[in-house]
Nanobody, 119 residues
Framework: QVQLVESGGGLVQAGGSLRLSCAASGSIFNINSMGWYRQAPGKQRELVAGITSGDRTNYGDSVKGRFTISRDNAKNTVYLQMNSLKPEDTAVYYC?????????????WGQGTQVTVSS
């Protein structure tokens, strides 16, 4: 099992910045990749950014050039630096981890952290 705890959400004005953190614990040695997803009211959950164990990253089109995902392996933590925030970035942000056990993928989710961007 993997436990994920997010922090860093809050209220910020448009154009501002926030940094989200996701600390992983438990069976972290099987984690293959981690990422951030978000879900706004009435919308489907969407990928924001992902990072593999080899530090390869990918981003959703709407956040490219504004958000940066990174990881600190010593702290078992993944970060999402969000700059130039827009009101449409308002959502609950969820940390996700994918682990591989006996060649089978398992997915874990954090509890979510609210990000609200005011115009």
């Amino acid at each position: 099992q993997v436990q994920l705890v997010e922090s860093g959400g809050g209220l910020v004005q448009a154009g501002g910045s926030l940094r989200l953190s996701c600390a992983a614990s438990g069976s972290i040695f099987n984690i293959n990749s981690m990422g951030w997803y978000r879900q706004a009211p009435g919308k489907q959950r969407e990928l924001v950014a992902g990072i593999t164990s080899g530090d390869r990253t990918n981003y959703g089109d709407s956040v490219k050039g504004r958000f940066t995902i990174s990881r600190d392996n010593a702290k078992n933590t993944v970060y999402l630096q969000m700059n130039s925030l827009k009101p449409e970035d308002t959502a609950v942000y969820y940390c996700n981890a994918k682990s591989i056990t006996y060649s089978l993928p398992q997915y874990y989710w954090g509890q979510g952290t609210q990000v609200t961007v005011s115009s």
